[in-house]
């Protein structure tokens, strides 16, 4: 394989693959990328993007990746890799802080890793700490005023969002300080940071991954996820977090694949960079041969009814699990906006809570008899990177803005869809936009094998 460029120069400027590649070769070792990588991570400007760094662990399995290598007995192309963990995922040893100051101070470190990063361990990745989020995972944007905001590293005129709540995993790829990194999505916090930094994101459907050890927003929504630059490296860490055989992905044809664009509620409020890329997108997926079908779905509309009609799922289960630490909490220990998004839900009745569950199960069966094999496209939001400073500034400003970013990823999180945040191209300010293709739920192998051809096709 032709990397393209000398390894020992920058290693960090290859994906997975290519690393594996070179780890292969014997043109780097295990240990010396991961030193590099702790390097760049120590160097880089932003230092809000990892929480904690977990620099022994690391070169302690960087070490014992290069000595299986030496004797022959690799456990295959993730073994040496590094890996960074959204700051809800345990890690044995580490204190589980989900971002928050609060149990950052008060919380016992973890006593083993969550599932999802002890199955990436078993496949020999390195584990280089934990990264940022929004606090307790409870925004679409990616601020937090305690552990600081990560710089989405796109726009020249001022820092804009990373995107939320998946903030430190994304911008940590897009930077290129790691390959790749995990996320949680529990409205959309995978697939929002992937759009605004230029990535790709991957949310499994419900049960797709382990859920032991993972810091929960609102358990019948959370969902998890790999964060990296190719098709190639998400279906790997899809397989690497389930504990299961890593085969190389085998893309499907796009010639007859039937690819449905609805045409209520998603298009909405589109940024005009935005609905044009994403109408370039499409015209060039039917170019390739897919078949696209432009009409409304009923159940997009639905969700929404559902929601208008009885309230939302994540604020009334975030707010009845995080209820002890919000009493015992100081002024100013929470993130304001988190506590008022929290709040909120106290008015929702139990009766209407039950309502909203049995809707959604209904809705979701309807969903996966009506879709079959057929995948939905949409843009994966309206818009791009906002600045920051603004949305620091006014908190009405800040909550119109999350709910307009939440609204196309959350129609998936409640229909309980897997789905996948593309990379579809860059406004005239060189901010990047992302093209959302679903799948119904439990059909995520199809779509993993499917996205490979449209994430070609749909590239300018």
């Given at each position: 394989m032709n990397l393209g460029?000398?390894?020992?120069?920058?290693?960090?400027?290859?994906?997975?693959?290519?690393?594996?590649?070179?780890?292969?070769?014997?043109?780097?070792?295990?240990?010396?990328?991961?030193?590099r990588a702790i390097m760049a991570i120590e160097a880089c400007p932003d230092q809000a993007i990892f929480i904690n760094l977990t620099k022994a662990r690391a070169l302690r399995e960087a070490a014992a990746s290069d000595a299986r290598r030496a004797r022959g007995a690799t456990l295959g192309p993730l073994d040496g890799l590094p890996i960074a963990h959204k700051a809800l995922i345990d890690l044995s040893g580490e204190v589980t802080s989900a971002a928050s100051m609060l149990l950052a101070r008060t919380a016992p470190p973890a006593e083993r890793d969550a599932d999802v990063a002890a199955a990436l361990s078993a496949a020999g990745m390195v584990t280089l700490g934990h990264v940022n989020m929004t606090e307790l995972?409870?925004?679409?944007?990616?601020?937090?005023?305690?552990?600081?905001?990560?710089?989405?590293?796109?726009?020249?005129?001022?820092?804009?969002?990373?995107?939320?709540?998946?903030?430190?995993?994304?911008?940590a790829v897009a930077r290129r300080l790691v390959p790749a990194a995990t996320g949680s999505d529990t409205g959309g916090?995978?697939?929002?940071?992937?759009?605004?930094?230029?990535?790709?994101?991957?949310?499994?459907?419900?049960?797709?991954?382990?859920?032991?050890?993972?810091?929960?927003?609102?358990?019948?929504?959370?969902?998890?996820?790999?964060?990296?630059?190719?098709?190639?490296?998400?279906?790997?860490?899809?397989?690497?977090?389930?504990?299961?055989?890593?085969?190389?992905?085998?893309?499907?044809?796009?010639?007859?694949?039937?690819?449905?664009?609805?045409?209520?509620?998603?298009?909405?409020?589109?940024?005009?960079?935005v609905a044009s890329m994403f109408a370039d997108a499409l015209q060039r997926l039917e170019r390739a041969g897919a078949k696209v079908e432009r009409r409304a779905m009923p159940e997009l509309d639905a969700v929404l009814a559902t929601y208008d009609q009885t309230g939302q799922i994540s604020n009334v289960e975030a707010l009845a699990f995080h209820r002890d630490l919000l009493a015992r909490a100081e002024p100013g220990d929470i993130d304001r906006r988190v506590v008022a998004r929290m709040q909120a839900a106290s008015q929702i009745l139990a009766v209407d809570y039950l309502a909203t569950l049995a809707a959604r199960r209904r809705l979701v069966a309807a969903t996966k008899a009506e879709w079959g094999t057929s995948l939905i496209a949409m843009p994966t939001l309206p818009h791009v990177a906002p600045l920051i400073a603004p949305l620091e500034a006014d908190d009405e400003?800040?909550?119109?803005?999350?709910?307009?970013?939440?609204?196309?990823?959350?129609?998936?999180?409640?229909?309980?869809?897997?789905?996948?945040?593309?990379?579809?191209?860059?406004?005239?300010?060189?901010?990047?936009?992302?093209?959302?293709l679903c799948a119904a739920s439990g059909q995520d192998d199809h779509l993993l094998a499917a996205g490979q051809g449209i994430a070609a096709a749909i590239t300018p």
């Open positions: 460029h000398d390894v020992n120069e920058q290693p960090e400027q290859l994906g997975l693959g290519a690393m594996a590649e070179a780890l292969h070769q014997r043109k780097l070792s295990a240990s010396e990328l991961t030193a995972a409870f925004s679409a944007l990616g601020l937090n005023p305690h552990f600081g905001t990560p710089r989405n590293p796109h726009g020249a005129d001022g820092p804009r969002v990373p995107g939320g709540s998946s903030s430190g995993s994304a911008v916090s995978i697939r929002t940071p992937a759009a605004f930094n230029g990535i790709l994101g991957f949310k499994g459907s419900s049960g797709r991954y382990s859920m032991r050890g993972i810091f929960p927003l609102a358990p019948t929504l959370d969902t998890l996820g790999p964060l990296a630059r190719s098709m190639a490296d998400i279906a790997l860490l899809d397989a690497g977090m389930r504990g299961a055989p890593l085969r190389a992905l085998t893309p499907q044809p796009l010639r007859g694949q039937h690819v449905i664009a609805p045409t209520n509620i998603v298009l909405d409020d589109l940024e005009p960079a400003l800040f909550r119109t803005v999350n709910l307009l970013t939440l609204r196309n990823p959350m129609l998936g999180n409640f229909l309980d869809v897997c789905a996948l945040s593309l990379p579809m191209g860059c406004d005239a300010r060189g901010l990047p936009a992302g093209f959302m």
